[in-house]
């Protein structure tokens, strides 16, 4: 395997989802929003009482 075909953006996706008409919505859109929320997000970057600036992220 070549370094091109290693990073190609299509890499791993169904033969034809490029062209499938159900995903147009998809594309024209433009913007897009994950949110994830559950119990571990109550401490909001608190560990063992510390406040951790810029990675409560990571904190599970």
């Known amino acids: ?5 290693a990073f190609r953006a299509d890499r791993g996706q169904r033969p ?6 159900r995903l147009d919505w998809w594309r024209d ?13 109550i401490p909001a970057g608190t560990w063992k009482g ?7 992220e990571w904190i599970m």
């Open 50 to 56: 510390e406040q951790i600036p810029g990675i409560g």
């Open 29 to 41: 859109a433009k913007f897009g929003m994950f949110i994830h929320w559950g119990l571990y997000a």
């Open 16 to 21: 034809g989802a490029r062209q499938d008409p």
């Open 1 to 5: 395997m070549t370094q091109d075909e």
